[in-house]
């Protein structure tokens, strides 16, 4: 078992992925500095992996922090190794991911995402500890030009958030290049995550209006808004509305933990996988899934297509089959019933008592 450090590990993806980590044995810091998340989301977390008073503090800390910060980062290492308990790899979540945003505030996207990742890279590879787990994105394939989409796509991002994401791809290539022998990295390029655990204890809520589809559509169902708005209905697709690859984030958690565990028994090497199902699903597929699932009706009205969306994305997941024997588990009508046991217990999010 290893220790592990988590940067944004209180966040939607990171959440789910400590419980799954704890579950199997890993001890864990969670290093994050809430500007997206709450302390709350890992005291479910510690419930969720049964963790008691006492293990909670030895398997589950939580430093509050900014991964811009090398003193801070330094200290980490070095506490935890003076404390006989060394950090083995880290799995890095800390990051920004809302496009619109992006392009409205480029510098601070270029600041968290690639400054931040710099300043955690430097910190690990001055304590020896050059075992990486890392957040990629398929936002970085741009409009793509086959699909299903393999690792192998052209890397055209069109706006700042995936330019940020190319360009520590690039760095962490550079690293690796540099010491081939040393860095173990798995860049993991996720698709649509969405859904939250089963328990309805954790799950994503987002600050404000949602940009992304799922959680406005619970957030519809739930009554906390009146109607969704599709971005277009001409799509050349089978009802004219957008195709994505939704993957449970709970099957996304477990893909982190395959890729970890790879990486810990194999040679040093830098593995570029998608995280996708390889199945595509339309708004209005997504829609009709929610409203099965939650028994409750989800208005909607067709509006013009979003700037800068594709008509359809799908991943080709078979090279994480190849590589970790990992796939996905669960579909559509899984993601929507957990969405919504999340959304239900939890209409206003971390902000309700569940
Ligand atoms: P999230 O916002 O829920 O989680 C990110 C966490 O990082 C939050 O807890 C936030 O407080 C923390 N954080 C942000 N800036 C920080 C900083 N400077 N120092 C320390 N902590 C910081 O996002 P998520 O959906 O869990 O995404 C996790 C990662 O996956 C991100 O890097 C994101 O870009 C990437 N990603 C997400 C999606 C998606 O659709 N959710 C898709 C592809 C890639
Ligand atoms: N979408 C929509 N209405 C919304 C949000 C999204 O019709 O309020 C559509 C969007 O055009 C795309 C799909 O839902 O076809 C998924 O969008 P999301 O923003 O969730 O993911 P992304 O486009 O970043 O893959």
């Not at 990171?14 to 419980?19: A, I, K």
């Not at 922090?65 to 070095?78: E, K, T």
């Not at 998608?274 to 339309?282: H, I, R, T």
């Not at 990992?326 to 239900?344: K, V």
Request: charged share 20%.
């Amino acid at each position: 078992m290893a220790r592990l450090l988590i940067t944004g590990g209180a966040g939607f993806i990171g959440s789910h992925t400590c419980v799954v980590l704890l579950q199997a044995g890993h001890d864990l810091l969670v290093l994050d500095d809430f500007s997206n998340s709450t302390p709350l989301a890992l005291e479910r977390v510690s419930a969720l992996a049964q963790l008691d008073n006492q293990s909670c503090q030895a398997r589950l800390q939580v430093r509050r922090g900014d991964i811009r910060d090398p003193a801070g980062l330094d200290n980490l290492f070095a506490q935890s190794a003076s404390a006989g308990a060394p950090i083995d790899a880290v799995i890095h979540f800390a990051g920004l991911k809302a496009v619109g945003e992006s392009m409205r505030v480029p510098l601070r996207y270029w600041d968290v995402n690639l400054t931040g990742s710099r300043c955690l890279l430097a910190a690990m590879d001055a304590h020896g500890c050059r075992t990486l787990v890392f957040s990629s994105s398929a936002t970085l394939y741009g409009y793509p030009e086959c699909v299903p989409i393999p690792e192998t796509a052209p890397i055209q991002p069109i706006n700042p958030y995936g330019h940020s994401k190319a360009a520590v791809e690039q760095l962490l290539h550079d690293l690796a290049a540099s010491a081939p022998n040393q860095w173990r990295i798995a860049c993991l390029r996720y698709f649509n995550p969405v859904g939250a655990h089963p328990s309805g204890e954790i799950g994503e809520d987002p600050l404000g209006t949602p940009n992304n589809l799922f959680p406005f559509v619970s957030q519809v169902a739930v009554g906390r808004r009146k109607s969704l708005q599709v971005f277009g209905g001409d799509w050349p697709t089978n009802d004219g509305t957008g195709v994505r690859d939704y993957i449970h984030v709970m099957d996304l958690a477990e893909g982190h933990r395959a890729a970890l565990d790879c990486l810990l028994a194999e040679p040093a090497q830098l593995l570029t996988l998608n995280l996708g199902s390889g199945q595509g699903a339309s708004v209005l597929e997504v829609v009709h899934a929610f409203e099965r699932a939650s028994g409750r009706q989800v208005p909607y009205e067709h509006v013009a297509r979003r700037a800068g969306d594709a008509a359809i994305t799908v991943a080709d997941p078979s090279l994480a089959l190849q590589r970790l024997g990992w796939r996905t588990q669960r579909g559509l009508d899984d993601i929507s019933r957990d969405g919504w046991a999340w959304q239900s217990a939890n209409p206003d999010g971390y902000d309700e008592p569940g």
